[in-house]
């Protein structure tokens, strides 16, 4: 029998943060994929098993293309066309397109090349958990540690001045968060794109030791230099905050768990990044006819992929609703899978790493310095998911 959701549920179960909506657990355990009603009347399909997700993203018969993209699981458009990704912005195009601008950044984001940047990730979190020291014993550990510690990185990895961060980073919450209005978000859309002309400009004239630079030396045009940045700029800075603060928070919530990020702390971040799987859920559009887990999925079809429940998998994870930090199970889709999968996951893997070993060397009796339930969460209509800020104490 067909299992359909008559909306994408958009809470979370009270005292449950890390949980996804309880809606999406149950259509998991009906079926793997069920049919979804768009706001704008569209018959979808929702894809919540972890092999058909896998499958769906490894398939060249589901598109990425933004202009393919007319339903949207909780916005109905009406009758706006969308348009094609502009140049560079790589995430929402298809091959060959997509393959132009992703080929010359793959050399520059090997695990190689990441892990000989730990050293300087290490100076990082240092300077920003003796700064926390210095003015605790609280803080915010949003902005005082997830954000900065990933902004320095991305910032010198792209050659933007870190001086320069408050012009951009403002703005891309604000098109990241999920709760900015139309206007507001189309002109800090409008000031990234302007501040990133600038700086391509800056680097074709003055080429610096930093990955835009040596991409200006290519046959890209300034346009697409400039939404290939913005692609990194956003990853960057948004996702690793996200799973530092969150991480965090499970943390703090599972102490029992800590022993086991100290005795190994890469199997931990790999469990965190599937328990929690920030970046929740992505859509395809299907181009032909596609048989997927027994159904037919017609052409111009689009398909949401519910990555938070692949990675809740019973099928394909031991008691996956737990955080087992010892996990032997790998695999998780955190960072996608195919042509798409996180250009930037072995930077955001030695960060978490460092970072998370660091701060609960540094501060062993950290703790939430408000009720779990008093932390505020980014809403589920967020790109990412996280929390907007994580109040926390220790002794001194």
């Known amino acids: 029998m067909e299992h359909t959701l008559a909306a994408m549920p958009t809470e979370r179960r009270p005292g449950c943060p890390f949980d996804p909506p309880k809606e999406l657990v149950e259509a998991r355990a009906q079926s793997p994929i069920s049919r979804l009603a768009f706001p704008d009347g569209h018959q979808g399909w929702l894809v919540t098993g972890y092999d058909l997700v896998r499958s769906v993203l490894a398939d060249p018969r589901f598109s990425s293309r933004k202009e393919l993209m007319k339903h949207h699981p909780l916005v109905d458009f009406g009758d706006i066309e969308v348009p094609p990704a502009p140049p560079g912005e790589f995430l929402l195009m298809d091959d060959p397109q997509h393959a132009r601008y992703r080929k010359p950044l793959v050399g520059r984001f090997t695990v190689r090349r990441m892990r000989l940047l730990t050293e300087r990730v290490e100076q990082v979190t240092a300077e920003h958990l003796d700064a926390m020291a210095q003015a605790g014993p609280t803080a915010d550990l949003v902005t005082a540690f997830a954000k900065p510690v990933p902004a320095v990185m991305i910032c010198e990895l792209l050659g933007v001045p870190y001086e320069d961060r408050g012009r951009f980073q403002e703005n891309v919450d604000k098109f990241m968060n999920g709760e900015t209005g139309e206007e507001e978000l189309i002109a800090a859309y409008t000031a990234v794109q302007e501040y990133l002309a600038e700086l391509v400009a800056a680097k074709r004239a003055n080429p610096t030791d930093d990955v835009l630079s040596e991409l200006t030396d290519s046959d890209l045009t300034d346009e697409e230099l400039r939404g290939m940045a913005l692609i990194l700029l956003a990853a960057g800075l948004d996702t690793t905050t996200n799973m530092l603060a969150l991480g965090t928070f499970a943390l703090l919530r599972n102490p029992g768990r800590l022993a086991a990020l100290r005795a190994e702390p890469e199997r931990a971040v790999e469990e965190l990044l599937r ?39 019973p099928e394909r994870f031991t008691d996956p609703h737990t955080l087992d930090l010892g996990r032997q199970e790998g695999g998780h889709l955190a960072f996608g899978h195919g042509i798409h999968q996180c250009l930037g996951q ?9 970072a998370f070993t660091a701060l609960f060397e540094r501060f ?33």
């Open 364 to 396: 062993p009796t950290l703790r939430l310095a408000v009720p779990a339930e008093q932390v505020a969460l980014r809403p589920e209509t967020a790109d990412i998911y996280g929390v907007k800020s994580l109040p926390v104490t220790w002794l001194d």
């Open 275 to 313: 328990y929690l799987s920030v970046a929740k859920t992505f859509q395809r559009t299907a181009l032909e006819d596609v048989e997927l887990g027994g159904h037919t999925i017609k052409a111009g079809t689009a398909v949401v992929l519910s990555y938070h429940t692949a990675n809740r998998d």
């Open 346 to 354: 072995q930077l955001a893997r030695v960060e978490m790493r460092v």
